[in-house]
């Protein structure tokens, strides 16, 4: 099963998303068939290109069945949300449909 965590922060009374943490095989198919681990793959890679393209700064940290992403400052906070939700909303979309390989859990950032 793939674990994804999405970290947010309060911000001008906003939950925003910080980062996210993608964590284990889909395991929906054998490896190098499982549609559902390629398009979370593809997703993921989306997003970091978005952040690229956008000039938003981030650290993260990406293995095999790892990908953990988390921005560096505030400074484009705003900004990262439409490709942060855009990920979101689509782990949410794989999660309504394959519920025995893809969970998703909401952390707060304490600040």
């Known amino acids: 099963m793939l674990k994804a965590k999405v970290l947010y922060k309060?911000?001008?009374n906003k939950q925003l998303i910080v980062g996210y943490e993608l964590?284990?095989?889909?395991?929906?198919?054998?490896?190098?068939?499982?549609?559902?681990c390629a398009g979370i793959s593809t997703a993921a890679h989306m997003t970091l290109l978005s952040l690229d393209r956008l000039g938003i700064e981030y650290d993260s940290n990406i293995s095999i069945g790892y990908n953990r992403?988390?921005?560096?400052?505030?400074?484009?906070?705003?900004t990262a949300q439409q490709p942060f939700h855009v990920?979101?909303?689509y782990?949410?979309?794989l999660m309504?449909?394959?519920?025995?390989?893809v969970s998703i859990e909401r952390l707060t950032e304490s600040l």
């Open 87 to 89: 990920l979101v909303n």
């Open 10 to 12: 309060d911000k001008s």
């Open 96 to 101: 309504k449909q394959y519920p025995n390989h």
């Open 23 to 36: 964590k284990g095989h889909v395991g929906y198919a054998a490896s190098g068939k499982d549609i559902v």
């Open 69 to 78: 992403v988390k921005l560096r400052s505030d400074t484009f906070l705003f």
């Open 91 to 93: 782990l949410n979309e």
